[in-house]
């Protein structure tokens, strides 16, 4: 049996409106409440607009984020993709390659019903998803279950 106490969650999501910063933080919030570890970009990796107002020179605070995230992806135990929005975001979508690549547990997290295709969304992002959240009841669910197949050692 797999004795690690928190399992650390990739919150992959835009994070460029106020109303996308305000959303990212509730679901961090909630995950923390069931007991995972978050890694938030917005909040754990920054804001490359915050790096460059700071002086780093732009070239440098984009590597930078990107290094730091990438880093995070290949350390969390599972990767929630949020896919709200006309279109998931793009930044999100490579993100999910990478932890999908990786072996890492991925689920989608969709409150927003538009899609292009029928309901559906692209079939290579819903492809490397284990299952897909619409609700905060649901996600919460998925996220437990996720939890005791981690700690009967079924996952890794």
Known sequence: MNEKKNLRIYIASPLFSQMEKEFNLKINNLLQSLGFETYL???????????????????????????KDLEAIKNCDIFLFILDGRVPDEGACVELGIAYTLGKVCVGFKTDCRSLIDGDDSLMIEGCLQDIATNFSELKEILQKIRYRFKRGELK
Do not use: H, T, V
Not at 41 to 67: H, T, V, W
């Open 41 to 67: 970009p917005q909040l754990d990796g920054g804001l490359c607009s915050d790096l460059i107002k700071n002086g780093m020179p732009k070239k440098d605070a984009r590597k930078y984020i990107f290094e």
